[in-house]
């Protein structure tokens, strides 16, 4: 689960330097694909091109195209019309997202892992309800798609590793993540991008820095193998964390408003969702 934690630190961050240093200023096609650009020259040349099952690279295309390129095309966009907590909060049904499509592909009905990821967007409710008002009904379901692509890719490529195991570490077959992404990113970038709003100032371009080093490779990479370490239930929960911290994050930099209260006991709810989500998971039997 550290890697999952550490990720969602990340995360956390990333929300709102998104939404304080990008959003509005530079083209949200280029955003993505200058992120995913970094990113690959990090795992391509790590990647081990022979020795591959071309299954295995067939579906971390997919995984690549769903989890990255998709989500973050419809998350940067739905930043055009949703402010920071807006988009914090329309993320909370990612964990019903990865719990129905993890529970679907194992053709199963868990109700422990169900019910804590509806724990955990209880918790994030209870942290990000406000009676949002305005029409803001386009950017929901953008993100509603985004959630539903980031869920699918991480619960793929946790089956996906099970299917094809290898004595090769995971980065040496993550490359394929970033080239699927880019599949998405570079068409997108070259049919709707606007070259008149590229970063026009450093902070901008540090922001894109970090955000391709850090939030896109190390942080997708440690995701998604964090992913394979813990059960589904788990996992899902652990979709929903960045919340509060990306909510702490605003109000000790950006001194965001915010109602410390909520934010405590909606942290202590999605908390107390992992607990739950483990009481699914049969241990085994002593001998």
Same mark, same amino acid.
């Given at each position: ?27 949200? =096609?280029?955003?993505?694909?200058? #992120? ?11 990647? &081990?091109? &022979? ?6 690279? &067939?579906?971390? %295309? ?6 990255f390129g998709i989500t973050y095309v419809c998350l940067y966009l739905s930043f055009r019309v949703l402010t920071v ?14 719990? +129905? ?12 892992? !169900?019910?804590?990821? $509806? ?9 990000? =309800? ?10 929901? %379901? !953008?993100? @509603? ?8 890719? @991480?619960?793929?490529? /946790? ?8 004595? $090769? ?12 992404? !880019?599949?998405?990113? +570079?068409?997108?970038? +070259?049919?709707?991008?606007?070259? @008149? ?5 450093? @902070? ?9 080093? *850090? ?12 992913? *394979? $370490? ?21 109000? %000790? ?24 989500? #483990?009481?699914?998971? /049969? /241990?085994? &039997?002593?001998?």
């Open positions: 689960m550290g890697y999952l934690l550490f990720v969602t630190l990340i995360q956390a961050l990333s929300f709102s330097l998104i939404g304080v240093y990008l959003a509005g200023h530079v083209d949200s =096609y280029f955003a993505v694909l200058i #992120r995913v650009v970094l990113a690959g020259l990090v795992f391509i040349p790590l990647t &081990r091109w &022979r020795q591959v099952e071309p299954g295995f690279m &067939r579906g971390m %295309l997919l995984i690549g195209a769903l989890q907590p807006e988009v914090l909060l329309f993320t909370i049904l990612t964990p019903l997202h990865v719990t +129905l499509i993890e529970d679907a592909l194992n053709r199963r009905f868990n109700p422990w892992a !169900l019910l804590a990821a $509806l724990v955990a967007v209880l918790g994030a409710g209870v942290i990000r =309800y406000d009676g949002i008002d305005g029409n803001f009904l386009g950017g929901f %379901l !953008l993100l @509603q798609v985004a959630n539903f692509t980031y869920a699918a890719g @991480q619960v793929l490529y /946790k089956h996906l590793v099970a299917r094809y195991p290898s004595d $090769l570490p995971h980065y040496r077959r993550f490359g394929y993540f970033y080239l699927g992404a !880019l599949i998405i990113a +570079l068409p997108a970038f +070259l049919m709707f991008g606007n070259p @008149q709003h590229l970063p026009d100032a450093p @902070q901008q371009w540090l922001v894109l820095l970090f955000l391709g080093l *850090c939030s896109t490779a190390l942080g997708m990479y440690w995701w998604n193998k964090g992913a *394979c $370490l813990v059960s589904g239930g788990t996992l899902a929960v652990m979709n929903n964390l960045h919340v509060p911290i990306g909510l702490l994050i605003n109000l %000790l930099i950006w001194n965001r408003h915010e109602d410390l209260g909520r934010l405590f006991i909606g942290g202590a709810v999605i908390v107390a969702s992992v607990w739950i989500s #483990r009481l699914g998971v /049969k /241990k085994p &039997r002593l001998t």
